[in-house]
């Protein structure tokens, strides 16, 4: 291995200067799970799902930078082992009951739970009652359905210059917020078209009167696992970027 290249699993992955370790992965197709990763905003690394072995040291993929003659470790057991507790509990910190959910087979924490094997959530259910705001004409916030990933927040920030939303509370009092006098989403500026509406990663933002025109079975992740098909998808989760 020469030049700008890593090493991930043995397998030779070129970078560009200024690359992470997830985003040389990406651009190779080599696939590391992660959930607060995305490519148009910043590192973030509040997952941790991407945590792989960097010269044998645990280290955030989309935050690590990438270096000549790194050697990563990325789909190893010991990491996957690590990564489905992490899905567990996500699974039990909030409602997040596949069948009923209308972001099923598009759902990036669906897929990478099935991409782990994950086979139950392993751990008691101890989630509160989350509100559900449905005062906005044209999208619904399902409170206990947020993964806590920021991706809305960044979203809103960062692309589109609203700052509807943002987290409060530490721990496991931390919470999505919306930022309006009457702390609901109807009374902000948000629009459908927003990029904010558009990345959240599970069925915590749906777009009002689109539901199950995909019918379950013929969604995104219903087709093919989520290290073939990719993570960041447009609109509702019908289609690959």
Do not use: W
Not at 18 to 36: D, F, K, N, S
Not at 118 to 123: A, V, W
């Amino acid at each position: 291995m020469s030049g700008n290249a890593i090493s991930i699993d043995g397998v030779a992955v070129a970078f560009e200067p200024g690359q992470t370790i997830m985003q040389a992965a990406e651009a190779a197709g080599v696939y590391i799970p992660h959930l607060c990763h995305h490519p148009e905003f910043a590192p973030h690394g509040s997952c941790k799902l991407c945590t792989v072995k960097v010269n044998g040291r645990n280290g955030a993929s989309c935050t690590v930078g990438a270096q000549p003659g790194m050697v990563v470790e990325n789909n190893t057991a010991e990491l996957n082992d690590g990564r489905r507790a992490l899905t567990q509990m996500l699974f039990v910190e909030g409602n997040h009951f596949c069948p009923f959910c209308e972001r099923s087979g598009n759902c990036q924490l669906q897929a990478v739970a099935y991409f782990l094997n994950m086979t139950s959530p392993h751990f008691e259910h101890f989630y509160p009652p989350r509100e559900v705001d449905a005062s906005h004409p044209e999208v619904l916030l399902d409170r206990n359905r947020c993964i806590l990933c920021e991706l809305c927040v960044r979203a809103s920030r960062e692309v589109d210059g609203k700052n509807v939303f943002g987290i409060a509370g530490r721990g496991i009092q931390a919470r999505l917020v919306v930022n309006s006098h009457s702390g609901r989403l109807g009374d902000t500026g948000l629009a459908a078209t927003d990029k904010a509406v558009q990345v959240c990663p599970v069925g915590a933002i749906i777009r009002k009167g689109t539901a199950f025109r995909v019918p379950v079975g013929k969604r995104l992740y219903d087709q093919a696992p989520i290290s073939e098909v990719g993570t960041h998808v447009t609109g509702q989760g019908h289609g690959k970027t």
